[in-house]
């Protein structure tokens, strides 16, 4: 336990403190696209409407928060570290991989609790959001762990190896995910095809159900079935990846 609060220490030394434009992009450009879609593209809508806009575009911003840390960062993040021989040290020291890794994922998921709660505040203070504070301090616990599916697919990108491929990759899937979950308009303007394919992605069940948590509706338990599901053959992709990683190491050896 001590080994891996010393680990931890140091991711956030170099993932955040060291490097505050990330955690700058990372809570700010939410809270623009959040500011910009609640304050501007409203105008005339009934009263009722817009509180209820207003909350389920907050939940549609938390999950988008997490997109950008949990794909863009994490990838470039584990990219990094390769370059610089960061997981060459992790490989001949004592530190074993998973314990990296999970080093890492507690790193990301306090970063998005931040970026959650900082997004309610702005929602509070701006739009006078008004939810309950036991179903508002749940939304922005359970969302960054709704995240985990988001997390392996960033480590999965970084697995590529090329710095311009993972940057050109972690975006595009991050900005499809966006846009397929309807986490940046209604999914109800887009073709129903497109509507049809949302419903496979972790990112739009992600969002029904803090949706449903923050509205008091109906739990429907098929949203944590996909979500378990995308995290078992995420990380089931992972395990085996790193496997075939450490033959072909000790094969070099």
């Not at 080093?103 to 709660?117: E, G, H, K, P, W």
């Not at 309807?182 to 992600?206: A, D, E, R």
Request: proline share 4%.
């Amino acid at each position: 336990m001590k080994n891996f609060l010393f680990q931890l220490t140091i991711n956030y030394k170099r993932i955040v403190l060291r490097n505050l434009r990330f955690l700058v992009f990372s809570i700010i450009m939410p809270i623009g696209f959040y500011l910009l879609f609640t304050q501007v593209m409203t105008q005339g809508i009934p009263a009722d409407t817009s509180q209820t806009w207003n909350i389920d575009y907050l939940i549609s911003m938390m999950i988008y928060s997490s997109l950008i840390s949990s794909i863009i960062t994490v990838s470039n993040t584990l990219l990094e570290d390769h370059n610089r021989k960061f997981d060459l040290y992790i490989t001949l020291s004592p530190i074993s991989k998973l314990r990296y890794y999970l080093s890492m994922i507690t790193v990301f998921f306090s970063l998005n609790i931040l970026s959650s709660f900082s997004l309610a505040v702005v929602a509070i203070l701006i739009n006078q959001v008004n939810i309950d504070t036991t179903y508002l301090v749940l939304i922005c616990l359970v969302g960054p762990l709704l995240s985990l599916p988001p997390l392996f697919i960033g480590i999965l990108i970084s697995f590529v190896g090329s710095g311009n491929v993972i940057n050109l990759i972690s975006n595009l899937v991050v900005f499809s995910m966006a846009i397929l979950s309807g986490l940046w308009w209604p999914l109800s303007i887009m073709p129903n095809w497109l509507q049809k394919v949302s419903v496979f992605l972790p990112t739009y069940h992600s969002a029904e159900l803090l949706k449903e948590i923050i509205h008091q509706q109906h739990f429907h338990f098929a949203h944590l079935g996909v979500l378990l599901l995308w995290g078992i053959l995420l990380f089931s992709v992972i395990t085996e990846l790193m496997t075939l990683q450490k033959k072909g190491e000790l094969q070099t050896i």
